[in-house]
Nanobody, 126 residues
Framework: QVQLVESGGGLVQAGGSLRLSCAAS????????MGWFRQAPGKEREFVAA????????NYADSVKGRFTISRDNAKNTVYLQMNSLKPEDTAVYYC???????????????????WGQGTQVTVSS
């Protein structure tokens, strides 16, 4: 089992940057593919980015491609989401998630993840 704790959210103006972190407990962090999802009020949870166990493979939602970067440090049991050129439509609660299954096409689906953090609020003002 793994516990996930996100941090780094906050209020930022449009065009600004934030870096989210997700710290994982346990010694098997490198066994999990990791993902970031977000949920805005009144909307469904949506995929943002994912990274394979080694960090060699990443995928992004079209809406964040070129602006967000996912990375991980397995020695520190942490996954990051660097968010640049933020837009008001990026406002949401951001969640990190971990999955034991192999990295595959289902990484875009939130119900394919086994563990979730509590979320961190990101608010982008116009």
């Amino acid at each position: 089992q793994v516990q996930l704790v996100e941090s780094g959210g906050g209020l930022v103006q449009a065009g600004g940057s934030l870096r989210l972190s997700c710290a994982a407990s346990g010694r098997t962090f490198s066994s999990y593919a990791m993902g970031w999802f977000r949920q805005a009020p009144g909307k469904e949870r949506e995929f943002v980015a994912a990274i394979s166990r080694s960090g060699a493979v990443t995928n992004y939602a079209d809406s964040v491609k070129g602006r967000f970067t996912i990375s991980r440090d397995n020695a520190k049991n942490t996954v990051y989401l660097q968010m640049n050129s933020l837009k008001p439509e990026d406002t949401a609660v951001y969640y990190c998630a971990a999955r034991l299954a192999s990295y595959s096409g289902s990484i875009f689906l939130h119900n394919e993840y086994d563990y979730w953090g509590q979320g961190t609020q990101v608010t982008v003002s116009s």
